[in-house]
């Protein structure tokens, strides 16, 4: 488990993708401005598993989905803005990027969007990528292969990624502990050695 507080300098740098940018501060004195930690997290994973929904509950922890839709409600990379004030009075703002099902919009055009849209909101800097799965039903193999091709394409993100499981709400800590390990002791997951490209 990472602690948010210790992410000051542990980013994924995307400055490479935006060079040309020109950034500038004004002074104003006068005006009282409140101050902000921010953390920018991209959530990736398949369709279904609750990334929306995860910001949601984010956003108001009295949030209750109503049930299934017929269809997902991403279909583009989007921003959602998120600020919870901490026990010590510190300010932390989530820029989250919720990203399509990965099987959705596959490989190159799903990067290039999350790219595009850390562009459009001027972020350079990625503190974690978070892969969403759902375990409670069943292990479901397109989350194996999904993070395959994450690790294979972009092992550089390794350091950078975290695995979130969602609809466990109702489960007990133990519970939910043994379905993480049973998923990375799963032999797929072993055999290309998927749990140690989550470095969060």
């Excluded at 919870?84 to 989250?96: A, P, T, V, Y």
């Excluded at 550089?156 to 109702?170: D, R, V």
């Excluded at 390990?181 to 470095?199: P, Q, S």
Aim: aromatic share 12%.
């Amino acid at each position: 488990m990472t602690d948010i507080f210790e992410l000051n300098n542990n980013y994924y740098d995307m400055r490479p993708f935006t060079n040309n940018w020109k950034t500038s501060s004004v002074v104003l004195p006068k005006y009282q401005f409140n101050r902000f930690v921010d953390r920018n997290i991209v959530l990736l994973g398949r369709l279904r598993t609750g990334k929306s929904t995860l910001i949601k509950v984010l956003k108001s922890s009295s949030f209750r989905p109503t049930g299934e839709s017929l269809y997902t409600h991403t279909q583009n990379v989007q921003f959602q803005n998120v600020t919870i004030e901490s026990n010590d009075g510190i300010k932390l703002r989530f820029n989250i990027f919720d990203t399509p099902g990965h099987f959705q919009v596959t490989g190159n055009d799903c990067i290039k969007q999350i790219i595009d849209a850390c562009i459009a909101y001027g972020i350079i800097n990625v503190h974690m990528f978070a892969f969403v799965i759902n375990l409670t039903n069943c292990l479901n193999y397109q989350d194996i292969e999904a993070i395959k091709f994450l690790k294979n394409k972009y092992p550089s993100l390794g350091k950078h990624m975290a695995l979130i499981l969602t609809h466990c709400e109702s489960l007990t800590k133990a519970r939910r502990q043994q379905l993480t390990d049973d998923f990375l002791d799963y032999i797929d997951v072993r055999r290309n050695e998927l749990a140690e490209y989550f470095g969060q």
